[in-house]
């Protein structure tokens, strides 16, 4: 049985305050306070989807309806998860995903220059008080910009695209308060893994998850979107960060005008307001991994020595950020990856690999026998090309389900980035801390 956190929906009275949640709901449902249980409707300030999710899904079912896109400055397509092409059938797809948004005119398009959580924000789209969707499960990465963004299937999201609008049952907020320093080496996939593995799956309920304290307030932002971005893999339908300096600052570098900055809702949840809160140490989390096939099988590093991966793969919108190039070259720096053992890095995004090239990041990579692999989703997709059958994979993605990366016969391991690094360089899994003492 899976474990759960208790998240009753009943409605609530209203209390003396309320979460960062009620109050980016409120906003875009026009109200000046909503409770817990409310059923609203909610206007969209931005939907995305990309090659999978969107054109060749949306196209027919909005001729179907006889509808348009109801503001084509307000969407934005991505093309990850088929592309580069491996076979017809992904060409067939990324080519009725072009046609169709040049049909539609559509301004903002990204196409094949990385994953859609990490271009998103990269194009200064994400903004905090906004309320926004996207196509793809992971997409409450926005909630790192303090943004309400959660995913949803192609049927709601015909809806959003036609009318600009989709109904939202007001969640309750479970407030995840992290205190202190992490060590060296520990990171956000690391914070991530251990809540997945104390509450399970399906511990969010559906509900809001919010990232706070000291620990969360101290982390730059690729950092505080793998917290936002994971919330799925807790079964929450968001992942809040309230937005703050390094948010403002991440804004102005990506582009984003002074104005648009100040412009912006800066909520935060107030400390009178009725939400279910859980503390936890930074300074004493070690490394995490979660066992195949599930991210809820997380324990210590250390259970894990025994395992030998033939695959450690660095990627996805979770594990290749510029953050995350960044730890694992610290790792590899001067080394070889381990006989036996074939690193592969996916770069999350074009704009991440060329500064981690700029940086040296790359080079250090390469020249420890990592082979780099397109700006795509990739093997974590299951699209872009899947692990041999037998393989054993350390990886730094969000899921390890069976059969998602390859043949069933496939055991994937859930790690950060950096403890993937220390793996294919120790030949086993291995704790990050001692490679970097």
Not at 133 to 156: L, N, R
Request: charged letters at 20%.
């Amino acid at each position: 049985m899976r474990k759960q956190i208790e998240s009753p929906l009943a409605r609530s009275a209203p209390a003396s305050g309320a979460t960062l949640a009620q109050k980016l709901i409120a906003r875009a449902a026009a109200q000046s306070h909503v409770n817990v249980g409310d059923v609203l409707t909610c206007q969209v300030d931005l939907a995305m989807f990309h090659d999978s999710s969107g054109p060749r899904r949306l196209k027919p079912m909005l001729a179907d309806i006889g509808a348009q896109i109801w503001d084509r400055n307000k969407v934005v397509l991505v093309l990850d998860h088929y592309v580069p092409a491996k076979d017809s059938d992904s060409e067939k797809i990324i080519r009725i995903t072009r046609d169709v948004a040049k049909e539609w005119q559509l301004p903002h398009v990204i196409d094949s220059e990385g994953i859609c959580h990490v271009v998103l924000p990269e194009r200064g789209h994400l903004k905090p008080g906004h309320f926004c969707v996207g196509g793809d499960s992971h997409s409450p990465t926005g909630g790192a910009f303090g943004t309400y963004m959660f995913g949803i299937g192609a049927t709601e999201m015909l809806g959003v695209v036609a009318t600009g609008e989709i109904w939202v049952q007001v969640p309750q907020t479970l407030r995840m308060v992290w205190h202190g320093a992490l060590q060296k080496g520990v990171c956000a996939k690391d914070m991530m893994l251990h809540m997945i593995g104390k509450f399970g799956m399906n511990g969010g309920n559906y509900q809001a998850l919010e990232f706070a304290g000291d620990t969360v307030r101290g982390l730059g932002m690729q950092e505080r979107m793998t917290l936002s971005n994971m919330s799925a893999e807790m079964g929450a339908q968001v992942g809040l960060i309230a937005a703050d300096s390094i948010t403002r600052d991440y804004l102005k570098s990506v582009g984003v005008s002074q104005a648009d900055i100040e412009q912006c809702d800066y909520f935060e949840t107030d400390e009178t307001a009725d939400f279910q809160r859980f503390d936890f140490e930074a300074s004493q989390l070690s490394p995490q991994v979660a066992a195949p096939h599930s991210p809820e099988n997380t324990k210590a590093v250390s259970e894990f020595a025994h395992i030998k991966p033939s695959v450690a793969y660095i990627g996805a919108c979770t594990g290749a950020k510029l953050v995350d190039l960044r730890a694992a070259a610290e790792v590899l720096k001067g080394r070889k990856v381990a006989a036996g053992v074939q690193l592969m890095i996916a770069p999350a995004s074009a704009r991440d690999q060329a500064q981690a090239q700029r940086e040296g990041v790359m080079q250090i990579l390469t020249d420890a026998g990592a082979r780099v692999l397109p700006n795509a989703c990739g093997a974590c997709a299951g699209y872009g090309g899947t692990f041999e059958e037998g393989a054993t994979v350390i990886s730094s993605t969000a899921r390890n389900f069976q059969g998602r990366m390859g043949p069933a016969s496939v055991q994937v391991y859930l790690a950060s980035p950096a403890t993937v690094a220390a793996s294919a360089l120790q030949g086993h899994i291995a704790d990050v801390r001692e490679v970097l003492a």
